[in-house]
């Protein structure tokens, strides 16, 4: 299994410029998010999608909109890229595990955003 | 709000000994869950351990434990037999129990361990 996929890697904008995020996961997982993470600041939430059809908002949502395209997938779009929008971001999922714990969140291998 | 604070900044340990990282958190949550993610440099996030707040003991993955303090809102994790592989921001997160928002982490700031050969 794949896991969660996160495309592009690496992407270098222009201020002002638009772009997508896209995240997709195999594990039939319901919820999914997003974050970033900056040096000094740990990760924070942008946006989150609890299940299929809902989206909320984070902690940090501002300049930033999302698309539950359907289970598999979720995607973040930056409409006017910023400067303080460089930063690297995962897109993570969970599910139900089976067990009694707690379920775990499953990351994308991140994607790093720089805008000039 | 929860927060949750990481007071060491960066750590270093000689190989094959022990060391300990801090996490404490706030919250006014009966039911919650602790984690602690790696970070090694390929920037993969990986899960350590976790706690469930509910139980008293404290749990242990091969050479990773904690410390669940839930009266001192405590919960510091602690590699035996530090190896180089340990090398990685560690990050404490806390995730309150919910049945409709999803599973919400948040995230302390990290605590970068080097291990020395």
């Known amino acids: 299994n794949a896991g969660v996929t996160q495309t592009p890697k690496f992407q270098v904008l222009k201020t002002g410029q638009s772009m997508t995020l896209q995240c997709a996961q195999d594990?039939?997982?319901?919820?999914m998010y997003w974050y970033r993470q900056d040096p000094g600041m740990g990760l924070r939430l942008i946006y989150y999608?609890?299940?299929?059809?809902?989206?909320d908002k984070g902690e940090v949502p501002n300049g930033y909109n999302v698309s539950r395209l359907n289970k598999r997938e979720f995607s973040l779009r930056l409409e006017s890229a910023a400067p303080s929008q460089t930063s690297v971001y995962f897109c993570?999922?969970?599910?139900?595990?089976?067990?009694?714990?707690?379920?775990?969140?499953?990351f994308g291998a991140g994607s790093r955003l720089t805008v000039l | 709000a929860q927060t949750v604070t990481q007071s060491q900044p960066e750590m270093s340990v000689q190989e094959a000994e022990t060391v300990t990282l801090s996490c404490t958190y706030d919250t006014s949550e009966n039911n919650y869950y602790l984690f602690w993610y790696k970070q090694p440099p390929s920037r993969q996030m990986i899960l350590v351990i976790r706690?469930?707040?509910?139980?008293?003991q404290n749990a242990t993955e091969n050479r990773f434990s904690v410390n669940f303090q839930k009266a001192a809102k405590s919960f510091s994790l602690k590699i035996s037999d530090s190896q180089l592989g340990d090398t990685a921001m560690y990050f404490c997160?806390?995730?309150?129990?919910?049945?409709?928002?999803?599973?919400?982490?948040?995230f302390g700031t990290g605590t970068r361990l080097a291990v020395r050969p």
């Open positions: 997160a806390f995730m309150k129990l919910s049945w409709s928002s999803g599973d919400k982490l948040t």
């Open positions: 993570a999922s969970s599910g139900w595990t089976g067990d009694s714990g707690a379920n775990v969140l499953t």
């Open positions: 594990m039939n997982h319901n919820s």
């Open positions: 706690q469930e707040a509910y139980k008293q």
């Open positions: 999608s609890a299940s299929e059809g809902t989206t």
